[in-house]
């Protein structure tokens, strides 16, 4: 595999989404390979021998691993468009923080409200609900967490918005009702062909979610 | 500039701290070290300055705190030049994120907390999960000095001041880092001859002591 851009990826993965969000905010044109994690395929193991894990970025035969250091790569090569981090030391630091928190606390919390029932999930959806809102008083006013424009944070965040319909089901709440100003900041993303192309279905996400609750023995 | 425009709020065992205090001693930057008492009660300014997880380090930047510490080093190296700590092609800088990601994946920071946590007779697949992580490092650092190439850089600076622990965790778990991971201790052994890193590294039988005292906290010894 030489030159060119490719990406090994699982249609549902949040992670893989934040990529192909942002090659196509750079109109980067790229082979997607999908990905069968039950039974992982000789190239996704070499190109990934530490972890194992999708997404995988190769460039120009190249791997780039974790999702947030390729989105930092995909910046750095490709910066002549649609900058994601800000330009200025201490905002570029507060937008790393930001998706730190996310990767910290977002799959974990959104994963024990569908893993969970009865006490433990009225746990769980509390911890997930204050981690939207703590990213809420973020966002404040502004129409994306990059400010005026959309960036870093808005890109690791907004694959988690095709879950939450999955995550309500499985939790028996609205997100919405909790935490309106988020869901706007989501829809308003939405419009942005970037993310509307790289999201997937909500109603197909909780069909998997369903197929993953039966193989874990949840019911 | 004046040591009053960085602080940085500290403990002197943590190696989140460290990384900092490296990275600032690296590009020759002065400071003031702020030590916070985690156990009888973190300050306003700590609460006030990281009010997401109330956890060292904190730097503070003419008053604007910074938090995390492989973020706050990437700032530190972001704002004052020389030096570089990370490589200037955008692959290698990649490659360097994702060791000090996985650096600081719970992974490692588990594997160590599994051996020193541990009550009674430490599990042997606690020791092997450390080792192997260990021979993961080794496996990145190949033949070259440091984790960059020739210079010392990003990832070493994530990765040293976790080694000032090992003493703590051979003593506990009943091993040797330098007879499991030779290459991994000759990579300590030469960051440890760094000013930088000299200067703030405390004494691991310190550390060890630490460790004893808040095992014995914890009900654990």
């Known amino acids: 595999m030489e030159g060119g851009v490719v990406l090994l990826d699982f249609w549902p993965s949040m992670f893989g989404m934040r990529v192909r969000i942002a090659l196509a905010e750079k109109e980067i044109k790229y082979e997607y390979i999908e990905q069968d994690l039950r039974n992982k395929s000789d190239l996704l193991l070499q190109m990934n021998p530490v972890h194992k894990k999708i997404p995988v970025l190769v460039h120009n035969g190249k791997p780039i691993c974790e999702s947030l250091v390729q989105v930092q790569y995909i910046d750095e090569v490709w910066k002549n468009q649609a900058p994601l981090l800000p330009a200025d030391p201490y905002k570029r630091a507060t937008a790393r923080f930001w998706a730190d928190f996310v990767d910290?606390?977002?799959?974990d919390s959104g994963s024990?409200?569908?893993?969970?029932?009865?006490e433990e999930q009225e746990a769980a959806k509390k911890e997930f609900i204050g981690n939207l809102k703590l990213l809420e008083g973020e966002l404040g006013d502004n129409l994306y967490f990059g400010g005026d424009g959309f960036g870093y944070v808005d890109v690791a965040l907004v694959p988690f918005y095709c879950w939450f319909y999955a995550y309500e089901q499985c939790g028996n709440f609205s997100i919405e009702a909790e935490c309106p100003k988020l869901i706007a900041w989501a829809k308003r993303c939405m419009q942005k062909e970037s993310v509307a192309k790289s999201l997937a279905d909500p109603e197909k996400v909780y069909g998997f979610l369903l197929q993953l609750k039966k193989a874990y023995g949840i019911e | 500039m004046s040591k009053a425009g960085l602080v940085l709020?500290?403990?002197?065992?943590?190696?989140?701290?460290?990384?900092?205090?490296?990275?600032?001693?690296e590009k020759g930057l002065q400071y003031e070290a702020r030590p916070?008492?985690?156990f009888g009660g973190k300050s306003d300014l700590l609460l006030n300055s990281n009010p997401i997880y109330k956890k060292v380090p904190v730097f503070l930047h003419d008053g604007k705190p910074l938090c995390e510490s492989s973020i706050i080093v990437a700032y530190i190296d972001e704002t004052w030049s020389s030096p570089p700590l990370l490589p200037s092609c955008s692959y290698a800088r990649a490659q360097a994120r994702f060791w000090a990601d996985y650096i600081d994946k719970k992974v490692v920071f588990d594997a160590c907390g599994n051996i020193w946590r541990s009550k009674g007779e430490v599990p042997v697949e606690a020791k092997t999960e450390?080792?192997?992580?260990?021979?993961?490092?080794?496996g990145a650092l190949g033949d070259k000095e440091y984790f960059n190439g020739d210079t010392f850089g990003f990832v070493d600076i994530v990765a040293i001041p976790l080694t000032c622990w090992f003493f703590a965790l051979e003593k506990i778990g009943g091993f040797s880092v330098a007879a499991e991971c030779?290459?991994?201790s000759s990579w300590m052994k030469r960051c440890l001859q760094r000013e930088s890193v000299a200067k703030v590294m405390p004494d691991p039988e310190k550390?060890?002591?630490?460790?004893?005292m808040f095992r014995k906290m914890q009900g654990i010894d």
């Open chain 2, 9 to 25: 709020l500290d403990c002197w065992v943590s190696p989140f701290c460290m990384r900092v205090k490296i990275a600032l001693n």
């Open chain 1, 104 to 107: 910290k606390k977002m799959y």
């Open chain 2, 130 to 138: 450390f080792i192997e992580i260990l021979k993961q490092l080794e």
């Open chain 1, 112 to 118: 024990r409200v569908w893993k969970t029932k009865g």
């Open chain 2, 36 to 38: 916070e008492d985690l």
């Open chain 2, 207 to 212: 550390v060890y002591e630490f460790v004893l």
């Open chain 2, 182 to 184: 030779p290459k991994f």
